[in-house]
C-alpha cells in the first residue's frame, strides 16, 4: 500500500517540472548573450578597464543587492581593478537608483546597477545629460517606458529573448560577470560564485524550478567545500557543515536582511566579503544582534497589525498603522499571509510623508499583476510574482484597497504552483518517503516542500518551548502510529487529550547523531474539544 502512495506522491512532485524544461543542470544554463544588451554592456566595461575609468556599483538593500554587489566586487577584486559602491540606505535614500544618491554618483564615469534601476528614468536622464554611462542590471518588471540608458539588462524586458525570466538580480549579475570574462578573454572559474546567487535566489523568492534549480544546487555544493571566511563563519555559527534551501531561507537570509532591514546594508557586504574569518566572526556578530532587534520588533508589529487590517473579508488584506517600522513591514506581511491564508500588503507612514508598503503573496495569486491594476493611484510601485513594494498618498488609501479588489480578481486564474497537500495517514510516513523527496530536492517558491494533512489525530501531549515559550512541542498518535511533532508560532494553546486536524510537513531530524522523523505542523485547521 505505502508504495502505491510513495508513487502517486512523486508522480505529483515530477508534475511540477513539466512546464519548465524538466531537470535542468548548469549545461542547460542560456548563453550570456542570449540576455539583450548583455554584450554591448560587457564590452563597455572593458573599455571603461582599458581607460581607467571611475567605476561605481549601486546596490539594493536586500539580500539579493548585497549579494548582487559583492559579486561584482569580487570579480573586480579578482581582476584587479578598484572600483566603489553604494548601497542606499532604506531610510535615509530609499529604494534604488533615485535623485536622492546623485551627490555619491558625481565623480563616476560608469555607473552600474544591481538588481535595481529598471524604472529609474529620472536618474538615466541625468546621467545623459552629464556624460555618465548608465548600466542597468536588474530583474523586476519594467514600466512602459524603459530608462534611457547606454545599455539595460532585464530579462523581463518585453524584447528579451532570454527562455528563463524568472531569475534574481545576482543571476543577472553573474550572467555580467560571463559576459565581461569573455570580452576581456579571463580563465576565472565561475562555478565559484553560485554559492552567493543560490543565496539570493532562494531569499528573493525566485521559482526553484528550471536553472534556478541547476543554479541552486550547485551553489549548495559550493557552500560545503567553500573555504571563504564568511561560510567558515556561518558553518561555525549554525554548526553545520552542509545547508539546505531551507538553510538558507530560515537561517541565512534573515541575518544579512536585517542589516538593511533596522539600519545599513552595507553591513551585509562586508559580512560577505570579510578578508578571514576573525572578521567574519565580527560582523556576523553585529548582523546577529540586528536580527535580533528585528525579531522583537516583528513580533511587537505583528500583534498590532492583527488588529489593524483596514479590510478584514477582502481577498489581499492591507494593514496599516502610521508608526511601525518601515524595515520590518515586509516580514510582518508575510506573517499575516501565512496567519490568514491570503495575500497581504503591510503600510506605514514613510519619512516623506507618503505612505509606504511592502507586500507579500503565495503561490495562489501574482500580488504583482493585482497590485499593477492599481497603480495609477500609486506613486511608486515595483517587485516581483510574491513580493512587492509602493508608496501612495494617504488620501489615496480607499481608492487602492477598492481597486485591489479588481486586480486580484483580473490576474489570479490558475495557481501559479502545486502546493501539494494528501491526507497522508501515519503509519505511512518512514525514510523511505522522504527518501522520494530528496530526488526533488532543492525546495522552495514554486517547489514547496510536500505538505500533507492529517485528521482526528490524539494529542498525548503537549508543551512550550522557545525562549520567550512562543513554540509548541507534541506527542501525537494516530491508531498505533506516535510522531513528534513541533509549531513554530503556536496560535492557540492546544492540550493534551484533545483531537487536531492540522498541515503538515515530514522533517528529518539529526540531534546528536541520533536521526528520526518529526512532524512540522503548519497550521493546525481544527480542534476537537
Known amino acids: 500500500m505505502s508504495a502505491e502512495i510513495y ?14 524544461g524538466g531537470f535542468l543542470t548548469l549545461g542547460d544554463l542560456p548563453a550570456p548573450h542570449s540576455l539583450k544588451d548583455l554584450t554591448q554592456s560587457a564590452l563597455r566595461i572593458k573599455e571603461a578597464i582599458s581607460n581607467r575609468e571611475k567605476i561605481i556599483i549601486v546596490g539594493d538593500y536586500d539580500v539579493d543587492g548585497v549579494v548582487a554587489t559583492s559579486l561584482l566586487l569580487d570579480f573586480f577584486d579578482a581582476i584587479d581593478y578598484e572600483v566603489d559602491w553604494f548601497i542606499p540606505n532604506r531610510f535615509e535614500h530609499g529604494y534604488g537608483l533615485s535623485t536622492k544618491i546623485l551627490s555619491s554618483l558625481q565623480e ?48 523581463k524586458r518585453d524584447d528579451c529573448d532570454f527562455v528563463y525570466p524568472d531569475i534574481c538580480g545576482a543571476a543577472v549579475a553573474w550572467y555580467l560577470i560571463a559576459g565581461i570574462k569573455k570580452e576581456l578573454s579571463l580563465e576565472i572559474e565561475l562555478r565559484s560564485y553560485l554559492l552567493l546567487v543560490a543565496v539570493a535566489t532562494i531569499a528573493d523568492m525566485m521559482p526553484l524550478l528550471h536553472i534556478n534549480r541547476a543554479i541552486v544546487t550547485a551553489g549548495l555544493k559550493e557552500f560545503e567545500k567553500n573555504e571563504r571566511a564568511f561560510a567558515r563563519a556561518l558553518k561555525e555559527h549554525f554548526q553545520k557543515e552542509n545547508f539546505t534551501s531551507e538553510d538558507i531561507s530560515f537561517l541565512i537570509a534573515p541575518l544579512l536582511n536585517s542589516a538593511g532591514r533596522m539600519d545599513d546594508a552595507s553591513l551585509g557586504v562586508n559580512f560577505l566579503r570579510s578578508p578571514n574569518v576573525y572578521e567574519a566572526r565580527t560582523y556576523l556578530q553585529k548582523l546577529v544582534q540586528k536580527n535580533e532587534m528585528r525579531k522583537e520588533k516583528e513580533k511587537s508589529i505583528f500583534q498590532e497589525s492583527l488588529h489593524h487590517i483596514l479590510n478584514p473579508n477582502d481577498a489581499i488584506l492591507v494593514a496599516y498603522k ?7 513591514i515586509g516580514i510582518v506581511a508575510a506573517r499575516l499571509a501565512k496567519h490568514f491564508d491570503k495575500p497581504a500588503i503591510v503600510l506605514c507612514k514613510g519619512g516623506d510623508t507618503l505612505l509606504k508598503g511592502s507586500g507579500r503573496s503565495s503561490l495562489a495569486c501574482n500580488l504583482f499583476e493585482s497590485v499593477r491594476y492599481c497603480e495609477h493611484v500609486l506613486e511608486k510601485f515595483g517587485g516581483h510574482t510574491f513580493a512587492i513594494g509602493v508608496s501612495l498618498m494617504e488620501k489615496n488609501l480607499p481608492s487602492f484597497i477598492e481597486k485591489l479588489k479588481e486586480g486580484y480578481v483580473k490576474s489570479t486564474g490558475d495557481n501559479l504552483g502545486d502546493k501539494y497537500i494528501y491526507n497522508l495517514k501515519f503509519e505511512h510516513i518512514d525514510f523511505a518517503l522522504t527518501d522520494v523527496f530528496k530526488k526533488y530536492e532543492p525546495f522552495g517558491e514554486a517547489n514547496p516542500y510536500p505538505t500533507f494533512f492529517a485528521e ?45 486536524d492540522f498541515i503538515y510537513k515530514i522533517d528529518v531530524n539529526i540531534f546528536r547523531g541520533i536521526t528520526k522523523l518529526q512532524l512540522i505542523i503548519d497550521n493546525i485547521t481544527f480542534v476537537y474539544k
Not at 502517486?8 to 512546464?19: A, D, G, H, M, W
Not at 563616476?108 to 542597468?136: E, M, P
Not at 512550550?464 to 509549531?487: C, S, V, W
Request: glycine share 4%; charged share 30%; proline share 4%.
Open 7 to 20: 508513487k502517486e506522491i512523486e508522480q505529483k512532485l515530477k508534475k511540477r517540472f513539466e512546464s519548465s
Open 108 to 155: 563616476h564615469d560608469v555607473i552600474i546597477t544591481v538588481d535595481n534601476g529598471i524604472n529609474a528614468n529620472d536618474v538615466a536622464l541625468w546621467c545623459k545629460q552629464n556624460n555618465k554611462t548608465l548600466i542597468i542590471t536588474d530583474h523586476h518588471t519594467p514600466k512602459e517606458a524603459l530608462p534611457e540608458a547606454f545599455s539595460i539588462v532585464d530579462p
Open 456 to 500: 482526528s489525530i490524539e494529542v498525548l501531549s503537549a508543551s512550550p518551548m522557545g525562549k520567550n515559550a512562543e513554540h509548541m512541542r507534541y506527542i501525537l498518535r494516530q491508531d498505533q502510529h506516535t510522531f513528534e511533532a513541533i509549531e513554530f508560532r503556536a496560535k492557540e494553546p492546544i492540550e493534551s487529550g484533545e483531537k487536531i
Open 322 to 328: 502610521d508608526d511601525w517600522h518601515e524595515g520590518v
